[in-house]
């Protein structure tokens, strides 16, 4: 079982940052695919980016360029950070841990980005 908490959301302005934050408990966290989704009213859940237990890292097409995902083991942690914000991302952001081979799969409850003047 995992459990993820996460924070950093709020209320930012076009163009600029947030930096969102998952805590992730209960189990080996090292060994899952960390990843960010987001929802924004009237739409589907999306992938945001995503970081695999080895590093490797994939992002949407809308957020490339503009957003990095890391993660840091020793302190069971995932991060967005969010630059150059637009409207367009404003969204419910969850935090997803995913092992395949155990077919595990959690979600947080999710952090409020809204970007508006």
């Known amino acids: 079982q995992v459990q993820l908490v996460e924070s950093g959301g709020g209320l930012v302005q076009p163009g600029g940052s947030l930096r969102l934050s998952c805590a992730a408990s209960g189990s080996i966290f090292s060994r899952y695919a960390m990843g960010w989704y987001r929802q924004a009213p009237g739409k589907q859940r999306e992938l945001v980016a995503r970081i695999r237990s080895g590093g490797n890292t994939n992002f949407a097409d809308s957020v490339k360029g503009r957003f990095t995902i890391s993660r840091d083991n020793a302190k069971n942690t995932v991060y967005l950070q969010m630059n150059s914000l637009r409207p367009e991302d404003t969204a419910v952001y969850y935090c997803?841990?995913?092992?395949?081979?155990?077919?595990?799969?959690?979600w947080g409850q999710g952090t409020q980005v809204t970007v508006s003047s």
């Open positions: 997803n841990a995913q092992r395949i081979s155990t077919m595990s799969n959690y």
